[in-house]
T-cell receptor
Framework: ELKVEQNPLFLSMQEGKNYTIYCNYS?????LYWYRQDPGKSLESLFV?????AVKQEGRLMASLDTKARLSTLHITAAVHDLSATYFC?????????????FGTGTRLQVTL | KAGVTQTPRYLIKTRGQQVTLSCSPI?????VSWYQQTPGQGLQFLFE???????NKGNFPGRFSGRQFSNSRSEMNVSTLELGDSALYLC?????????????FGNGTRLTVT
């Protein structure tokens, strides 16, 4: 059974600063997803990481995947208030299953002025 | 293209009652999954339906059930409600539930059990 751990659980950072969210998972997985959730809202897909060494960037967010270390990171560059949200990583239990995802606990990011 | 639509947005029920939640997937998507989100347990997979058949199931009691119709719309039912069933229930759709595409989530139904 796949287990997914995220840290930190809560992150308060100032605008303009950089920080990284870590996602460790317990068993081999062929992909890793990152989602964003605003308070009271649904989950929005950010990235799909498919292979070892995969790196994807969108604006101030950059995600990477190291399958050997079973680690994915979400790096925030020069944070802005609009990035305040909860970020989840998630993985499937095995190859080919895309719907039965195991989610991490989430990292609540608060960007302050 | 319309997104995943869930109805109702909010529900208040009493212990012992039953409830039905509805989900309309993105047009063309045949896989519908349901997740429960609570502050204590986080996001947990309930079940997935594809072509009117339950394809995957999470670790929830039999009080939680679902079905999918020929137009891919799905309903989820919770019988004999307990206080612990209070949660945000999220529906997600994808083309086939396999491959690498991310799930597309609806806005959820917030269920409160009193």
């Amino acid at each position: 059974e796949l287990k997914v751990e995220q840290n930190p659980l809560f992150l308060s950072m100032q605008e303009g600063k950089n920080y990284t969210i870590y996602c460790n998972y317990s068993t081999t997985s062929d992909r890793l997803y990152w989602y964003r959730q605003d308070p009271g809202k649904s989950l929005e897909s950010l990235f799909v990481l498919l292979s070892n060494g995969a790196v994807k960037q969108e604006g101030r967010l950059m995600a990477s995947l190291d399958t050997k270390a079973r680690l994915s990171t979400l790096h925030i560059t020069a944070a802005v208030h609009d990035l305040s949200a909860t970020y989840f990583c998630a993985g499937p239990p095995n190859t080919g299953t895309a719907s039965k995802l195991t989610f991490g606990t989430g990292t609540r990011l608060q960007v302050t002025l | 293209k319309a997104g995943v639509t869930q109805t109702p947005r909010y529900l208040i029920k009493t212990r012992g009652q039953q409830v039905t939640l509805s989900c309309s997937p993105i047009s063309g998507h045949r896989s519908v999954s349901w997740y429960q989100q609570t502050p204590g347990q986080g996001l947990q997979f309930l079940f997935e339906y594809f072509s009117e058949t339950q394809r995957n199931k999470g670790n929830f009691p039999g009080r939680f059930s679902g079905r999918q119709f020929s137009n891919s719309r799905s309903e989820m039912n919770v019988s004999t409600l307990e206080l612990g069933d209070s949660a945000l229930y999220l529906c997600a759709s994808s083309l086939a539930g396999t491959g690498y595409s991310p799930l597309h989530f609806g806005n959820g139904t917030r269920l409160t059990v009193t």
